[in-house]
Protein backbone atom coordinates (compact mmCIF):
# COMPACT_ATOMS: atom_id res chain seq x y z
CA UNK A 1 0.00 0.00 0.00
CA UNK A 2 2.13 3.41 -1.09
CA UNK A 3 1.97 5.90 1.13
CA UNK A 4 -0.79 8.49 0.66
CA UNK A 5 -0.14 10.74 4.18
CA UNK A 6 -1.85 10.75 6.86
CA UNK A 7 -1.31 8.16 10.11
CA UNK A 8 2.37 6.22 9.74
CA UNK A 9 2.76 3.28 11.64
CA UNK A 10 5.15 3.69 14.70
CA UNK A 11 7.43 1.60 13.16
CA UNK A 12 7.63 4.00 10.10
CA UNK A 13 8.10 6.95 11.63
CA UNK A 14 11.00 6.05 13.52
CA UNK A 15 12.50 3.81 10.47
CA UNK A 16 12.31 7.61 8.86
CA UNK A 17 13.50 9.33 11.92
CA UNK A 18 16.21 7.10 12.14
CA UNK A 19 17.37 7.21 8.64
CA UNK A 20 18.02 11.39 9.18
CA UNK A 21 21.23 10.36 9.54
CA UNK A 22 21.67 7.46 6.75
CA UNK A 23 22.92 3.86 8.17
CA UNK A 24 22.32 0.66 7.50
CA UNK A 25 20.65 -2.98 8.88
CA UNK A 26 21.40 -3.54 12.05
CA UNK A 27 22.81 -0.16 13.43
CA UNK A 28 19.11 1.19 12.34
CA UNK A 29 17.21 -1.61 14.64
CA UNK A 30 20.09 0.27 17.43
CA UNK A 31 19.35 3.55 16.40
CA UNK A 32 15.47 3.26 16.38
CA UNK A 33 16.41 1.65 19.95
CA UNK A 34 18.29 4.80 21.13
CA UNK A 35 16.54 7.53 19.51
CA UNK A 36 12.83 5.63 21.03
CA UNK A 37 15.15 5.82 24.42
CA UNK A 38 14.43 2.05 24.60
CA UNK A 39 10.74 2.22 23.75
CA UNK A 40 10.78 1.08 20.69
CA UNK A 41 12.15 -2.64 19.92
CA UNK A 42 11.78 -3.38 16.28
CA UNK A 43 11.86 -6.97 14.86
CA UNK A 44 14.00 -7.66 11.68
CA UNK A 45 10.83 -8.57 9.51
CA UNK A 46 9.01 -5.26 10.74
CA UNK A 47 12.57 -3.26 9.78
CA UNK A 48 12.73 -4.67 6.93
CA UNK A 49 9.01 -4.93 5.55
CA UNK A 50 9.48 -1.01 6.46
CA UNK A 51 12.59 -0.44 4.42
CA UNK A 52 11.39 -2.02 1.25
CA UNK A 53 7.81 -0.32 1.32
CA UNK A 54 9.86 3.21 2.08
CA UNK A 55 12.26 2.12 -0.70
CA UNK A 56 9.35 1.79 -3.32
CA UNK A 57 7.32 4.67 -2.23
CA UNK A 58 10.51 6.78 -2.97
CA UNK A 59 10.82 8.49 1.12
CA UNK A 60 13.94 6.84 1.40
CA UNK A 61 16.49 5.93 -1.02
CA UNK A 62 19.84 3.52 -1.23
CA UNK A 63 22.84 5.61 -0.83
CA UNK A 64 25.63 3.22 -1.01
CA UNK A 65 25.90 -0.35 -1.68
CA UNK A 66 28.81 -1.90 -1.68
CA UNK A 67 27.28 -5.57 -2.38
CA UNK A 68 27.67 -6.50 1.26
CA UNK A 69 25.75 -3.84 3.04
CA UNK A 70 23.50 -0.86 1.93
CA UNK A 71 23.25 2.42 3.81
CA UNK A 72 19.65 4.21 3.51
CA UNK A 73 19.11 7.83 3.77
CA UNK A 74 15.45 9.29 3.63
CA UNK A 75 14.44 11.22 0.04
CA UNK A 76 13.03 15.31 0.75
CA UNK A 77 9.39 13.74 -0.12
CA UNK A 78 10.52 11.52 2.65
CA UNK A 79 11.79 14.65 5.18
CA UNK A 80 8.28 16.62 4.02
CA UNK A 81 6.27 13.34 4.91
CA UNK A 82 8.23 12.66 8.51
CA UNK A 83 7.63 16.84 9.32
CA UNK A 84 3.93 16.78 8.53
CA UNK A 85 3.64 13.28 10.44
CA UNK A 86 5.40 15.00 13.13
CA UNK A 87 3.34 18.53 13.19
CA UNK A 88 -0.21 15.78 13.13
CA UNK A 89 1.43 13.94 16.34
CA UNK A 90 2.24 16.94 18.35
CA UNK A 91 -1.05 19.48 17.80
CA UNK A 92 -2.55 15.85 18.85
CA UNK A 93 -0.21 16.05 21.53
CA UNK A 94 -1.20 19.83 22.90
CA UNK A 95 -5.20 18.86 21.89
CA UNK A 96 -4.59 15.45 24.59
CA UNK A 97 -3.83 18.30 26.47
CA UNK A 98 -7.25 18.83 27.90
CA UNK A 99 -6.91 15.68 30.02
CA UNK A 100 -4.22 17.04 32.20
CA UNK A 101 -6.15 20.17 32.59
CA UNK A 102 -9.36 18.12 33.58
CA UNK A 103 -7.29 15.87 35.65
CA UNK A 104 -5.91 18.66 37.78
CA UNK A 105 -9.00 20.18 38.41
CA UNK B 1 22.98 -38.17 6.78
CA UNK B 2 19.93 -37.99 8.96
CA UNK B 3 16.28 -39.84 7.99
CA UNK B 4 13.81 -37.66 5.97
CA UNK B 5 10.29 -37.94 6.95
CA UNK B 6 7.92 -36.59 4.96
CA UNK B 7 4.15 -35.10 5.63
CA UNK B 8 1.52 -33.16 3.51
CA UNK B 9 1.53 -29.91 3.56
CA UNK B 10 -0.65 -28.56 6.31
CA UNK B 11 -2.61 -25.46 4.58
CA UNK B 12 -1.42 -22.59 2.62
CA UNK B 13 1.86 -21.15 4.42
CA UNK B 14 0.08 -17.58 4.46
CA UNK B 15 -1.89 -19.05 7.22
CA UNK B 16 1.28 -17.73 9.46
CA UNK B 17 0.01 -18.99 12.97
CA UNK B 18 -1.56 -22.65 11.84
CA UNK B 19 1.83 -23.94 10.01
CA UNK B 20 4.50 -22.29 12.77
CA UNK B 21 2.97 -23.69 15.38
CA UNK B 22 2.65 -27.17 13.46
CA UNK B 23 6.64 -26.62 12.19
CA UNK B 24 7.15 -26.04 16.44
CA UNK B 25 5.04 -28.93 17.26
CA UNK B 26 7.15 -31.42 14.78
CA UNK B 27 10.17 -30.14 16.18
CA UNK B 28 9.19 -30.77 19.65
CA UNK B 29 8.83 -34.66 18.57
CA UNK B 30 12.34 -34.37 16.90
CA UNK B 31 10.93 -33.71 13.37
CA UNK B 32 13.23 -30.56 12.20
CA UNK B 33 11.45 -29.32 8.72
CA UNK B 34 14.02 -29.07 5.90
CA UNK B 35 12.27 -27.46 2.81
CA UNK B 36 8.55 -27.17 1.28
CA UNK B 37 7.80 -29.02 -1.86
CA UNK B 38 4.54 -28.62 -3.92
CA UNK B 39 2.43 -31.30 -1.60
CA UNK B 40 5.18 -33.00 0.73
CA UNK B 41 7.01 -31.17 3.77
CA UNK B 42 10.49 -32.68 4.09
CA UNK B 43 11.37 -33.24 7.81
CA UNK B 44 14.99 -34.22 9.56
CA UNK B 45 14.53 -36.62 12.19
CA UNK B 46 16.81 -35.90 15.32
CA UNK B 47 16.94 -34.83 18.75
CA UNK B 48 13.55 -33.66 20.22
CA UNK B 49 13.76 -29.38 20.64
CA UNK B 50 11.44 -26.57 21.56
CA UNK B 51 12.19 -24.42 18.70
CA UNK B 52 10.04 -21.33 17.01
CA UNK B 53 9.27 -21.13 13.90
CA UNK B 54 8.25 -17.76 11.99
CA UNK B 55 7.35 -17.14 8.68
CA UNK B 56 8.17 -14.29 6.80
CA UNK B 57 6.74 -12.90 3.65
CA UNK B 58 9.32 -11.64 1.82
CA UNK B 59 9.03 -10.37 -2.31
CA UNK B 60 12.32 -9.96 -2.99
CA UNK B 61 14.79 -12.57 -1.99
CA UNK B 62 16.56 -11.05 1.26
CA UNK B 63 20.02 -10.28 1.11
CA UNK B 64 22.93 -12.05 2.69
CA UNK B 65 23.33 -8.53 4.89
CA UNK B 66 19.63 -8.76 5.47
CA UNK B 67 19.87 -12.26 6.54
CA UNK B 68 22.92 -11.47 8.80
CA UNK B 69 20.55 -9.14 10.53
CA UNK B 70 17.91 -12.02 10.82
CA UNK B 71 20.70 -13.86 12.65
CA UNK B 72 21.97 -11.15 14.52
CA UNK B 73 18.29 -10.98 15.91
CA UNK B 74 18.41 -14.81 16.69
CA UNK B 75 16.75 -16.12 13.58
CA UNK B 76 17.82 -18.09 10.80
CA UNK B 77 16.81 -19.04 7.40
CA UNK B 78 15.54 -22.60 7.40
CA UNK B 79 13.95 -23.17 4.20
CA UNK B 80 11.87 -20.81 1.30
CA UNK B 81 8.93 -21.77 -0.83
CA UNK B 82 8.07 -18.74 -3.35
CA UNK B 83 8.05 -15.67 -0.91
CA UNK B 84 7.02 -17.62 2.29
CA UNK B 85 10.60 -17.72 4.11
CA UNK B 86 10.14 -19.87 7.73
CA UNK B 87 13.50 -18.41 10.12
CA UNK B 88 13.79 -20.68 13.18
CA UNK B 89 15.01 -19.96 16.76
CA UNK B 90 15.34 -21.92 19.65
CA UNK B 91 13.28 -21.60 21.87
CA UNK B 92 15.40 -20.55 25.14
CA UNK B 93 16.89 -17.85 22.89
CA UNK B 94 14.65 -15.65 23.83
CA UNK B 95 14.97 -13.78 20.26
CA UNK B 96 12.80 -10.39 19.80
CA UNK B 97 10.01 -11.29 17.47
CA UNK B 98 10.30 -11.02 13.49
CA UNK B 99 7.40 -8.68 13.53
CA UNK B 100 6.90 -5.77 16.04
CA UNK B 101 3.92 -4.17 14.69
CA UNK B 102 0.82 -5.86 13.29
CA UNK B 103 0.02 -3.31 10.85
CA UNK B 104 3.49 -3.31 8.96
CA UNK B 105 2.65 -6.60 8.72
CA UNK B 106 -0.06 -6.01 7.48
CA UNK B 107 1.19 -4.62 4.96
CA UNK B 108 2.87 -8.08 3.75
CA UNK B 109 -0.25 -9.21 2.78
CA UNK B 110 -1.07 -6.52 0.84
CA UNK B 111 0.67 -8.02 -2.76
CA UNK B 112 -0.34 -11.47 -1.77
CA UNK B 113 -3.97 -10.45 -1.48
CA UNK B 114 -3.98 -8.85 -4.90
CA UNK B 115 -2.51 -11.83 -6.12
CA UNK B 116 -5.18 -14.57 -4.48
CA UNK B 117 -7.95 -12.00 -5.69
CA UNK B 118 -7.17 -12.36 -9.10
CA UNK B 119 -6.66 -16.36 -9.24
CA UNK B 120 -9.57 -16.20 -7.42
CA UNK B 121 -11.40 -14.39 -9.84
CA UNK B 122 -9.88 -16.57 -12.51
CA UNK B 123 -10.02 -19.80 -10.82
CA UNK B 124 -13.86 -18.92 -10.39
CA UNK B 125 -14.98 -18.67 -14.02
CA UNK B 126 -13.01 -21.84 -15.07
CA UNK B 127 -14.74 -23.23 -12.53
CA UNK B 128 -17.92 -22.28 -12.82
CA UNK B 129 -17.31 -22.72 -16.54
CA UNK B 130 -16.40 -26.20 -16.35
CA UNK B 131 -19.30 -26.99 -13.96
CA UNK B 132 -21.79 -25.59 -15.82
CA UNK B 133 -20.89 -27.51 -19.42
CA UNK B 134 -20.58 -30.88 -16.94
CA UNK B 135 -23.66 -30.04 -15.34
CA UNK B 136 -25.20 -29.77 -18.60
CA UNK B 137 -24.24 -32.90 -19.79
CA UNK B 138 -25.46 -34.49 -17.06
CA UNK B 139 -29.06 -33.04 -16.51
CA UNK B 140 -29.77 -31.33 -19.42
CA UNK B 141 -29.02 -34.53 -21.58
CA UNK B 142 -31.79 -36.32 -22.44
CA UNK B 143 -30.22 -39.57 -20.87
CA UNK B 144 -28.28 -38.10 -17.68
CA UNK B 145 -28.83 -41.63 -15.86
CA UNK B 146 -26.84 -43.23 -18.62
CA UNK B 147 -24.09 -40.79 -18.87
CA UNK B 148 -23.73 -40.98 -15.18
CA UNK B 149 -22.69 -44.91 -15.26
CA UNK B 150 -20.63 -44.70 -18.35
CA UNK B 151 -17.07 -45.52 -17.64
CA UNK B 152 -16.01 -42.45 -18.20
CA UNK B 153 -18.35 -40.09 -16.19
CA UNK B 154 -16.33 -41.18 -13.50
CA UNK B 155 -13.69 -39.33 -14.92
CA UNK B 156 -15.78 -36.26 -15.26
CA UNK B 157 -17.66 -36.86 -11.74
CA UNK B 158 -13.86 -36.17 -10.30
CA UNK B 159 -13.40 -33.22 -12.60
CA UNK B 160 -16.69 -31.93 -11.23
CA UNK B 161 -15.48 -32.58 -7.44
CA UNK B 162 -12.00 -30.98 -8.82
CA UNK B 163 -13.41 -27.99 -9.83
CA UNK B 164 -15.96 -27.48 -7.03
CA UNK B 165 -13.03 -27.92 -4.35
CA UNK B 166 -10.58 -25.30 -6.28
CA UNK B 167 -13.93 -23.04 -6.24
CA UNK B 168 -14.50 -23.53 -2.83
CA UNK B 169 -10.86 -23.60 -1.56
CA UNK B 170 -9.95 -20.15 -3.88
CA UNK B 171 -13.17 -18.32 -2.67
CA UNK B 172 -11.79 -19.58 0.83
CA UNK B 173 -8.37 -18.59 0.39
CA UNK B 174 -9.37 -15.23 -0.72
CA UNK B 175 -11.64 -14.58 2.16
CA UNK B 176 -9.06 -16.35 4.86
CA UNK B 177 -6.37 -13.89 3.76
CA UNK B 178 -8.26 -10.52 3.39
CA UNK B 179 -9.55 -11.67 7.18
CA UNK B 180 -5.78 -11.80 8.20
CA UNK B 181 -4.90 -8.80 6.57
CA UNK B 182 -7.73 -6.84 8.12
CA UNK B 183 -7.31 -8.41 11.40
CA UNK B 184 -3.16 -6.93 11.37
CA UNK B 185 -4.35 -3.93 10.28
CA UNK B 186 -6.35 -3.33 13.11
CA UNK B 187 -3.60 -3.87 15.32
CA UNK B 188 -3.97 -7.68 16.01
CA UNK B 189 -0.94 -9.57 15.82
CA UNK B 190 -0.94 -13.13 14.45
CA UNK B 191 -1.23 -16.02 17.01
CA UNK B 192 1.56 -17.86 16.37
CA UNK B 193 0.62 -20.58 18.51
CA UNK B 194 -3.28 -21.23 16.41
CA UNK B 195 -3.96 -24.84 16.53
CA UNK B 196 -2.61 -26.82 13.65
CA UNK B 197 -4.90 -29.94 14.00
CA UNK B 198 -7.92 -29.71 12.36
CA UNK B 199 -6.11 -28.09 9.58
CA UNK B 200 -3.62 -31.31 9.16
CA UNK B 201 -7.03 -33.64 9.37
CA UNK B 202 -8.67 -31.49 6.54
CA UNK B 203 -5.84 -31.02 4.53
CA UNK B 204 -4.84 -34.90 4.49
CA UNK B 205 -7.73 -35.49 3.75
CA UNK B 206 -8.24 -33.37 0.29
CA UNK B 207 -4.36 -34.76 -0.54
CA UNK B 208 -5.57 -38.62 0.21
CA UNK B 209 -9.28 -38.09 -1.97
CA UNK B 210 -7.08 -36.33 -4.71
CA UNK B 211 -4.80 -39.37 -4.80
CA UNK B 212 -7.51 -42.22 -4.57
CA UNK B 213 -9.06 -40.03 -7.42
CA UNK B 214 -5.78 -39.58 -9.72
CA UNK B 215 -5.05 -43.09 -9.11
CA UNK B 216 -8.77 -44.55 -10.26
CA UNK B 217 -9.17 -42.83 -12.91
CA UNK B 218 -5.26 -44.15 -14.17
CA UNK B 219 -6.43 -47.54 -13.22
CA UNK B 220 -10.24 -47.85 -14.06
CA UNK B 221 -9.13 -48.25 -18.26
CA UNK B 222 -6.79 -50.92 -16.72
CA UNK B 223 -9.54 -52.97 -15.08
CA UNK B 224 -11.84 -52.55 -17.35
CA UNK B 225 -10.05 -54.04 -19.99
CA UNK B 226 -9.33 -56.97 -17.87
CA UNK B 227 -12.59 -57.23 -17.17
CA UNK B 228 -13.94 -57.09 -20.72
CA UNK B 229 -14.92 -60.12 -22.94
CA UNK B 230 -14.87 -60.08 -26.43
CA UNK B 231 -16.15 -63.07 -28.09
CA UNK B 232 -16.20 -66.13 -26.43
CA UNK B 233 -16.46 -69.60 -28.07
CA UNK B 234 -19.87 -71.83 -27.90
CA UNK B 235 -18.50 -73.92 -25.41
CA UNK B 236 -17.13 -71.61 -22.97
CA UNK B 237 -20.86 -70.09 -23.54
CA UNK B 238 -22.10 -72.83 -20.66
CA UNK B 239 -19.83 -70.79 -18.09
CA UNK B 240 -22.02 -68.06 -18.76
CA UNK B 241 -25.18 -68.86 -17.52
CA UNK B 242 -27.32 -66.34 -19.86
CA UNK B 243 -30.31 -67.69 -22.27
CA UNK B 244 -28.98 -68.24 -25.55
CA UNK B 245 -30.35 -67.46 -28.78
CA UNK B 246 -31.10 -71.48 -29.06
CA UNK B 247 -32.46 -71.79 -26.19
CA UNK B 248 -34.55 -68.92 -26.20
CA UNK B 249 -36.02 -69.95 -30.03
CA UNK B 250 -35.39 -73.47 -29.37
CA UNK B 251 -34.25 -74.37 -32.40
CA UNK B 252 -30.86 -74.93 -34.50
CA UNK B 253 -28.81 -71.54 -34.70
CA UNK B 254 -26.10 -71.42 -38.00
CA UNK B 255 -23.09 -69.32 -38.12
CA UNK B 256 -23.78 -67.92 -34.21
CA UNK B 257 -21.92 -65.25 -33.11
CA UNK B 258 -21.84 -64.62 -29.47
CA UNK B 259 -20.46 -61.20 -27.64
CA UNK B 260 -20.85 -60.19 -23.83
CA UNK B 261 -19.02 -57.14 -23.02
CA UNK B 262 -18.02 -56.16 -19.16
CA UNK B 263 -18.14 -52.89 -18.30
CA UNK B 264 -17.51 -51.43 -15.09
CA UNK B 265 -18.31 -48.11 -13.29
CA UNK B 266 -18.51 -46.14 -10.13
CA UNK B 267 -22.61 -45.53 -10.05
CA UNK B 268 -23.00 -49.14 -11.70
CA UNK B 269 -20.42 -51.56 -10.38
CA UNK B 270 -21.77 -54.37 -12.77
CA UNK B 271 -22.76 -54.05 -16.55
CA UNK B 272 -23.26 -56.57 -19.12
CA UNK B 273 -24.08 -55.98 -22.56
CA UNK B 274 -24.56 -59.04 -24.35
CA UNK B 275 -25.02 -59.87 -28.14
CA UNK B 276 -25.95 -63.39 -29.49
CA UNK B 277 -26.86 -63.30 -33.68
CA UNK B 278 -27.44 -66.03 -36.04
CA UNK B 279 -29.43 -67.55 -38.38
CA UNK B 280 -32.25 -70.02 -37.64
CA UNK B 281 -33.37 -72.33 -40.29
CA UNK B 282 -36.73 -72.98 -41.51
CA UNK B 283 -38.36 -70.15 -41.60
CA UNK B 284 -39.37 -69.29 -45.22
CA UNK B 285 -39.05 -65.26 -45.36
CA UNK B 286 -42.14 -63.48 -46.52
CA UNK B 287 -40.14 -62.63 -49.27
CA UNK B 288 -39.22 -66.09 -50.33
CA UNK B 289 -35.59 -65.02 -50.06
CA UNK B 290 -34.50 -68.40 -48.20
CA UNK B 291 -35.59 -70.19 -45.57
CA UNK B 292 -33.97 -68.86 -42.67
CA UNK B 293 -34.27 -65.43 -40.87
CA UNK B 294 -32.04 -63.77 -38.46
CA UNK B 295 -32.42 -63.74 -34.96
CA UNK B 296 -30.71 -61.50 -32.17
CA UNK B 297 -30.95 -60.91 -28.84
CA UNK B 298 -29.49 -57.94 -26.65
CA UNK B 299 -29.40 -57.27 -23.46
CA UNK B 300 -28.14 -54.96 -21.26
CA UNK B 301 -27.96 -55.24 -17.77
CA UNK B 302 -26.72 -53.17 -15.12
CA UNK B 303 -26.75 -53.44 -11.17
CA UNK B 304 -26.20 -49.90 -9.78
CA UNK B 305 -24.30 -48.37 -6.64
CA UNK B 306 -28.11 -46.51 -5.80
CA UNK B 307 -30.98 -48.21 -5.88
CA UNK B 308 -32.33 -44.78 -6.18
CA UNK B 309 -31.03 -44.61 -9.83
CA UNK B 310 -32.98 -47.41 -11.23
CA UNK B 311 -36.22 -45.40 -12.39
CA UNK B 312 -34.14 -43.06 -14.43
CA UNK B 313 -32.01 -45.52 -15.84
CA UNK B 314 -35.16 -47.17 -17.32
CA UNK B 315 -36.69 -44.18 -18.29
CA UNK B 316 -33.30 -43.40 -20.53
CA UNK B 317 -32.91 -46.76 -22.02
CA UNK B 318 -36.55 -46.36 -22.88
CA UNK B 319 -35.81 -43.41 -24.32
CA UNK B 320 -32.75 -44.49 -25.89
CA UNK B 321 -34.04 -48.29 -27.61
CA UNK B 322 -37.33 -47.69 -27.24
CA UNK B 323 -38.12 -44.20 -29.02
CA UNK B 324 -35.05 -45.24 -31.18
CA UNK B 325 -37.36 -48.02 -32.62
CA UNK B 326 -40.79 -46.36 -32.53
CA UNK B 327 -42.94 -49.16 -31.60
CA UNK B 328 -46.13 -49.25 -30.22
CA UNK B 329 -45.63 -49.98 -26.55
CA UNK B 330 -47.93 -50.70 -23.67
CA UNK B 331 -47.14 -51.50 -20.21
CA UNK B 332 -47.70 -54.09 -17.62
CA UNK B 333 -48.93 -53.92 -13.95
CA UNK B 334 -46.19 -55.22 -11.51
CA UNK B 335 -49.01 -56.79 -9.90
CA UNK B 336 -49.31 -59.56 -13.04
CA UNK B 337 -45.42 -60.39 -12.58
CA UNK B 338 -45.82 -61.27 -8.73
CA UNK B 339 -44.14 -58.11 -7.78
CA UNK B 340 -40.66 -59.22 -9.11
CA UNK B 341 -39.98 -56.16 -10.92
CA UNK B 342 -40.50 -52.66 -9.49
CA UNK B 343 -40.82 -51.32 -12.85
CA UNK B 344 -41.46 -53.43 -15.90
CA UNK B 345 -42.35 -52.02 -19.58
CA UNK B 346 -43.06 -54.14 -22.18
CA UNK B 347 -42.90 -52.84 -25.93
CA UNK B 348 -42.58 -54.33 -29.57
CA UNK B 349 -44.47 -55.27 -32.97
CA UNK B 350 -44.40 -58.08 -34.93
CA UNK B 351 -41.33 -60.24 -34.38
CA UNK B 352 -39.68 -57.83 -32.22
CA UNK B 353 -40.13 -57.58 -28.14
CA UNK B 354 -38.26 -54.83 -25.87
CA UNK B 355 -38.70 -55.36 -22.19
CA UNK B 356 -37.36 -52.84 -19.64
CA UNK B 357 -37.75 -53.78 -16.13
CA UNK B 358 -36.07 -53.13 -12.73
CA UNK B 359 -35.45 -54.97 -9.46
CA UNK B 360 -34.08 -53.01 -6.67
CA UNK B 361 -30.90 -51.68 -8.14
CA UNK B 362 -30.76 -54.22 -10.82
CA UNK B 363 -32.02 -52.90 -14.71
CA UNK B 364 -32.58 -55.01 -17.85
CA UNK B 365 -32.81 -54.08 -20.92
CA UNK B 366 -33.92 -57.20 -23.36
CA UNK B 367 -34.15 -56.36 -27.10
CA UNK B 368 -35.90 -59.82 -28.10
CA UNK B 369 -36.68 -60.12 -31.80
CA UNK B 370 -38.19 -63.76 -32.33
CA UNK B 371 -38.93 -65.54 -35.35
CA UNK B 372 -41.33 -67.37 -33.46
CA UNK B 373 -43.15 -64.56 -32.74
CA UNK B 374 -45.81 -65.98 -31.45
CA UNK B 375 -43.95 -67.52 -28.71
CA UNK B 376 -43.38 -64.44 -27.11
CA UNK B 377 -46.43 -62.97 -25.47
CA UNK B 378 -47.48 -61.50 -22.39
CA UNK B 379 -47.91 -64.58 -20.87
CA UNK B 380 -44.62 -65.57 -21.35
CA UNK B 381 -43.03 -62.52 -18.92
CA UNK B 382 -43.34 -63.69 -15.82
CA UNK B 383 -40.92 -66.47 -16.22
CA UNK B 384 -38.26 -63.90 -16.97
CA UNK B 385 -37.22 -63.42 -13.67
CA UNK B 386 -33.87 -60.68 -12.76
CA UNK B 387 -32.02 -63.25 -10.34
CA UNK B 388 -32.49 -61.34 -7.07
CA UNK B 389 -29.17 -62.72 -5.93
CA UNK B 390 -26.31 -62.44 -8.87
CA UNK B 391 -25.63 -61.79 -12.05
CA UNK B 392 -27.50 -62.89 -14.34
CA UNK B 393 -31.11 -61.92 -15.40
CA UNK B 394 -32.26 -65.88 -16.24
CA UNK B 395 -34.40 -66.51 -18.61
CA UNK B 396 -36.84 -69.81 -18.40
CA UNK B 397 -37.85 -71.00 -21.49
CA UNK B 398 -41.63 -71.05 -21.85
Redesign the interface.
Known sequence: ?PYEGGPM????YYVLLALVHPN???QL?NEIEEVSKGR???????????L??LEKDELIVVVDNDG???TYAITEDGLNALKKEYERLLSMVRDGAIIKEGHNE | MNKLRYRFQLSDLWELGKNESWFEHMASKGLHIKSIGKWLVTFEKGEPQNTRYRIDILYQPPTQEQLDVYKECGWELTTNKDIFYIFSSPENSNAPELHTDPMEQGFTFDLLNKEIKKNTIIFSIAAILVLSILFYVFFFDKEPYLNLIRRSSFNLIAMAIGYTYVLFASIRSFIAVKRIKNSLYNGIPINHKQSWKLSYFFSSTVYISLIVMVLASILTPFYTAIKREGYISKERLQDFPIPTIEEVENTKILDYYHDIQYNWSILAPIQYTIYEDGYVEGIMQEDFSGAYSQASLHIRYYELTFKSMAEGLVNDLIHRYYREYRYDWYTLDNEDMNNVFDQLYVGGRENTKLIFASSGNKVIYFKYPFTAAAAFAPAVLPKIVISATAFPPILLAP
Open positions: MTEAMHGYMVKMGPGTLYGVSRRRK
